[in-house]
């Protein structure tokens, strides 16, 4: 029968295998460091896996293929004792990709912690919870994210801004990226995380450079997408390690 099934573009696969952990009905193994569908009968063409993929080597096809077998699927999950929701996020991965391991990072309590810019005395440690922090390595779901502030920051604005670490890292869950550079839109995956967690605000730092814009502009969507009320604010700051007015 000809129906919906997913694609993957093994040239694009980075073999973090975040996919294969998504993918709740077992059709997607890792093969020789890849993301392969193994079993065309386990996928029910829902695309669970699509937003986990953090390369995007994953989309949708039509083509010939077995219909979906769900008493193939729940009987393999019965053998393998794997529940029928798994839950996408793990702190381990069955693939050699340690740079996208996601885990989180337990800081000793300085103090209350406040989301106002202070100045902070040198020599303080970083102050970042959670690898990775590239928006398109980040899992969709993830532990960390049960409660938190959101930190969604431009790279460059930690080079420009010398204090970032105290008065934007701490107490946030941080994801940057650069929307010159990467391929593709933020959008999707910064949906995914808005609307699938307990996400207790947002923050967006870009610099004051024209294609920063499309940083603020996929968190904003996102965040419309998501259909969530969320207390969010943008800072711009300067090449010269300003924070402008907004």
């Known amino acids: 029968m000809v129906r919906k099934i997913i694609k993957i573009n093994e040239a694009l696969c980075n073999g973090c295998g975040l996919c294969a952990k998504a993918c709740h009905e077992g059709a997607i193994e890792m093969v020789n460091g890849k993301a392969k569908l193994v079993h065309e009968h386990y996928c029910d063409g829902l695309g669970d896996c699509l937003p986990s ?5 994953i989309s949708f096809e039509e083509r010939e293929a077995p219909a979906y077998d ?8 019965k053998e393998k004792r794997i529940p029928p929701q798994q839950h996408a996020f793990d702190d381990t991965l069955a693939c050699g990709c340690p740079g996208s391991m996601a885990k989180q990072i337990r800081k000793e309590p300085q103090g209350a912690c406040s989301h106002t810019p202070t100045m902070s005395p040198s020599g303080n440690p970083g102050q970042l919870s959670q690898w990775p922090v590239q928006i398109k390595l980040m899992p969709t779901n993830a532990p960390y994210y049960d409660g938190a502030h ?14 970032f670490h105290q008065d934007f890292i701490r107490g946030r869950i941080t994801l940057i990226g650069c929307p010159k550079l990467d391929e593709g839109d933020y959008t999707e995956k910064l949906t995914a995380i808005l609307s699938q967690n307990d996400i207790k605000s947002l923050t967006i730092v870009r610099m004051q450079v024209p ?17 969530k009320f969320i207390p969010w604010q943008v800072r711009v700051i ?6 402008l007015d907004y």
Do not use: M
Request: glycine fraction near 10%; proline fraction near 4%; aromatic fraction near 4%.
């Open 53 to 57: 993929c953090p390369v995007d080597a």
């Open 70 to 77: 769900e008493a193939a699927v729940k009987a393999a999950q």
């Open 211 to 227: 294609c920063c814009s499309g940083l603020e502009r996929a968190a904003v969507q996102a965040l419309k997408g998501s259909g």
């Open 238 to 243: 300067t090449p010269e390690g300003q924070i």
């Open 150 to 163: 959101l930190l969604i920051a431009a790279d460059c604005t930690a080079y420009a801004y010398g204090n």
